[in-house]
């Protein structure tokens, strides 16, 4: 069957305009997203919380870059960064600079695997297949992670690698326990195993990569919220179906957005944010059907 020419050049057209809308248009087009979640004991005040995740900066991202310094205009009492903020080796500093007024208000942080090991060039669509063998393959760290991580605790953020910690921010006090990127294996949950304070206000679980078998344990240890990222909301949507990929173990719906852990169960089982972050990784410059974002979770108190 001959395909006529006109049909030809109108698909690789398309293809292009794709490719096009999702280089340039729509991974500068950031988003900033709202949730309420009843996770509070009765007659606690809200908390306003700002989650950002996967920024993944390079220093001439100066759209990325302002817009990240226009957030603390939300006024938030709490900022949770669950990793791969850099992407550069002289990123740390205009990325600590961006955060700007943020970083004088309490916050929460864990790395992710791009924190440690810089990008590497690779066919952009390796996005959509590569494994965590891949990922796991680097060993030797070589990227400013501890630079970085003194640039938040230098400036009060709790640093919840394998840690347990506890912030006040408004008028609660928060027990938290993260873990760093299970996806490159640094996960240590045993470090942070037990029972989460019942007499904090709020139990808060902090981790880069949402695996389940990790959330498990989290949800198992009485958490009552948990924040991810890594997926990028599958970075690559297809308009009806959603996410193809989350380059982790969790499934496609809970790509990105607010859900609870296990999926299905016990009514009172664990929120879940996974954000769907802010950037990309340099050798994979796209998003498409799947906005870069910030979160604002605003935190209410308990129904019933
Ligand atoms: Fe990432």
Not at 35 to 63: C, K, M
């Amino acid at each position: 069957m001959r395909v006529p020419l006109r049909a030809l050049a109108l698909t690789a057209a398309a293809g292009a305009g794709a490719g096009a809308y999702a280089c340039v248009v729509e991974r500068n087009w950031f988003t900033l997203r709202r949730y309420e979640i009843p996770v509070l004991p009765a007659g606690a005040a809200p908390l306003r919380v700002l989650h950002l995740s996967d920024v993944h900066l390079t220093p001439g991202r100066h759209r990325l870059l302002s817009w990240i310094r226009s957030l603390h205009t939300l006024d938030p009492d709490l900022v949770v960064n669950t990793g791969d903020s850099i992407a550069h080796t002289q990123a740390v500093q205009p990325f600590l600079e961006a955060l700007g007024p943020l970083l004088e208000r309490p916050g929460i942080f864990v790395f992710g695997s791009n924190d440690l090991y810089s990008p590497i060039p690779k066919n952009p669509l390796g996005y959509l297949y590569e494994t965590p063998d891949q990922a796991r393959r680097r060993h030797i760290p070589d990227m400013p992670w501890a630079e970085l991580g003194e640039g938040m605790t230098a400036a009060g953020w709790l640093d919840v690698n394998n840690q347990r910690g506890r912030v006040k921010a408004g008028e609660l006090d928060i027990a938290v326990g993260g873990v760093h990127d299970s996806h490159i294996d640094k996960d240590r949950y045993e470090e942070i195993a037990g029972p989460a304070d019942p007499t904090a206000d709020l139990r808060l679980g902090v981790l880069h990569s949402p695996e389940p078998q990790v959330m498990d344990r989290f949800a198992g240890d009485g958490y009552d919220l948990l924040l991810a990222g890594h997926t990028h909301g599958g970075q690559v949507n297809l308009p009806g179906y959603g996410a193809l990929v989350t380059n982790c173990g969790i499934d496609r719906r809970r790509a990105r957005g607010l859900h609870r852990h296990p999926a299905q169960g016990d009514p009172d089982r664990s929120w879940l944010h996974v954000s769907g972050g802010l950037g990309t990784s340099p050798w994979a410059p796209f998003r498409f059907a799947c906005r870069p974002e910030a979160s604002v979770l605003t935190l209410i108190p308990r129904i019933g």
